[in-house]
């Protein structure tokens, strides 16, 4: 039979739900995941705690044409149908509206099989904000990686990936290959039915603020994220030798860009670029989109030394570095509890010396628009608290505020910097 159990509400503060009522890492509302099992489709629930499993197999005909996968096993005489849209964040409309829909059916009429599979399916979309690196990473890569080792663990299986354009499957090819011994089937313009001895649908995402999950089968953030970096290093880093660089040359800067990006673009990019030279670094400037290659970007930061870059989709990379580099996050106006939530966390947790450049006011282009008084400039905070994580504060903050970095201050702090990344150099290669 097919069993359903109603959605759980968003579990969050109110405090934060008033201020960022959009932010998904704040908003943890359940993951849905459907496991077809020896009691037919059973609908399953995850907190930010809590995993709500239950075992079991049951025959299954995947048949891509229509996005549907069939029970084959013991069924009840009433035909029933459910339908999941794959993808963790079920509170964001915007991206739940271009998730498709997977169909999980108890019809006796399925169709042939065509491909037999000894190994389980494990059904996920790709559709959120495809190509943009955070998102690829927390809503797709991460959720992938606590699935397969949480309730998964035991279970041979291969991965069935909706929404997936060719280009993405070749920028992270290597890394989906990583998760699966199996080939991988893509449902983009496939047509071949599968059987497979059960199938999960949807991934589990815990929220990254929750350090310490209590449910027995996953593992506390810290683990996660270093043992994930693992799987990157050992995806990406095979033959890399970080030996090989001279104890006397420079620790590397990698100076993350945003000149392709709408807002939060370091306006004196190149003045940045020469004082931390000044203050002995080798800086590489790094503006990354959505072609460029994974392995490509592995090399350039698993061999350097600190990172620096505004808060933004880019920063991502900071899960290539090495844990002990150094990791510079600029925070403009508005975005403190987000640079924290997105990104300080995991670096700390990934063992990273993380540093937070914040802006001041005079840094801000937001104040030559609407002067040093206004509470927007004044008070981002109360500003946020009054009006939530909107659209409106999305665009004012994200999109529309540039920064212009004090090089007098940003000095002494390239300066610590460079201590760290010095020691970490003469210490790891």
């Known amino acids: 039979m097919i069993k359903k159990t109603e959605s759980l509400p968003c579990v969050v503060d109110k405090n934060e739900e008033m201020r960022f009522n959009h932010t998904d890492i704040v908003c943890r509302a359940p993951s849905t995941v459907l496991d077809i099992s020896d009691q037919g489709l059973t609908n399953l629930q995850t907190t930010?705690?809590?995993?709500?499993?239950?075992?079991?197999?049951?025959?299954?005909?995947?048949?891509?044409?229509?996005?549907?996968?069939?029970?084959?096993?013991?069924?009840?005489?009433?035909?029933?149908?459910?339908?999941?849209?794959?993808?963790?964040?079920?509170?964001?409309?915007?991206?739940?509206?271009?998730?498709?829909?997977?169909k999980l059916s108890s019809d006796p009429s399925n169709p042939p099989c065509m491909v037999q599979h000894n190994a389980s399916a494990l059904v996920f979309s790709v559709a959120g904000y495809t190509g943009d690196f955070f998102t690829d990473f927390y809503d797709e890569f991460i959720p992938l990686f606590i699935t397969i080792n949480s309730v998964l663990s035991t279970r041979d299986h291969v991965l069935v990936i909706s929404n997936a354009h060719d280009w993405w499957m070749w920028k992270y090819g290597d890394l989906l290959q990583s998760f699966t011994k199996h080939p991988i089937i893509n449902l983009y313009n496939h047509t071949t039915t599968h059987c497979f001895p059960s199938a999960t649908i949807g991934l589990i995402s815990h929220g990254l603020m929750d350090k310490n999950p209590k449910h027995p089968k996953r593992l506390p953030i810290s683990e996660t994220i270093l043992s994930f970096h693992a799987l990157l290093q050992k995806?990406?880093?095979?033959?890399?030798?970080?030996?090989?660089?001279?104890?006397?040359?420079?620790?590397?800067?990698?100076?993350?860009?945003?000149?392709?990006?709408?807002?939060?673009?370091?306006?004196?990019?190149a003045e940045v670029k020469k004082i931390a030279e000044e203050e002995g670094f080798d800086v590489i400037e790094f503006e990354p989109n959505y072609a460029t290659s994974m392995r490509k970007a592995y090399e350039l930061m698993s061999s350097s030394h600190a990172m620096i870059g505004v808060h933004g989709a880019a920063l991502t990379h900071f899960l290539l570095l090495r844990p002990g580099s150094v990791f510079m996050q600029v925070v403009p106006l508005g975005t403190q509890?987000?640079?924290?939530?997105?990104?300080?966390?995991?670096?700390?947790?990934?063992?990273?010396?993380?540093?937070?450049?914040?802006?001041?006011?005079?840094?801000?282009?937001?104040?030559?628009?609407?002067?040093?008084?206004d509470i927007m400039i004044k008070d981002p905070e109360a500003l946020l608290e009054k009006k939530g994580w909107s659209g409106e504060t999305m665009e004012l903050y994200l999109k529309k505020q540039n920064v212009r970095l004090d090089l007098v201050r940003l000095r002494g702090d390239l300066k610590k910097a460079f201590v760290k990344a010095k020691a970490f150099m003469e210490r790891e290669g």
């Open 48 to 102: 930010s705690t809590y995993l709500f499993y239950e075992e079991g197999s049951s025959p299954t005909v995947l048949d891509p044409n229509v996005s549907t996968f069939y029970v084959t096993g013991p069924i009840d005489s009433t035909t029933q149908l459910e339908k999941i849209q794959p993808y963790p964040r079920k509170w964001d409309s915007y991206r739940m509206h271009h998730i498709k829909e997977i």
């Open 235 to 269: 995806t990406y880093g095979q033959n890399q030798n970080y030996t090989s660089i001279p104890l006397k040359s420079r620790p590397r800067l990698v100076l993350a860009g945003r000149k392709r990006a709408i807002g939060r673009l370091i306006m004196n990019q």
């Open 337 to 373: 509890w987000l640079s924290e939530v997105c990104f300080g966390i995991l670096a700390r947790e990934m063992q990273l010396e993380y540093m937070e450049y914040k802006i001041g006011v005079e840094e801000s282009s937001l104040v030559e628009k609407y002067g040093k008084e």
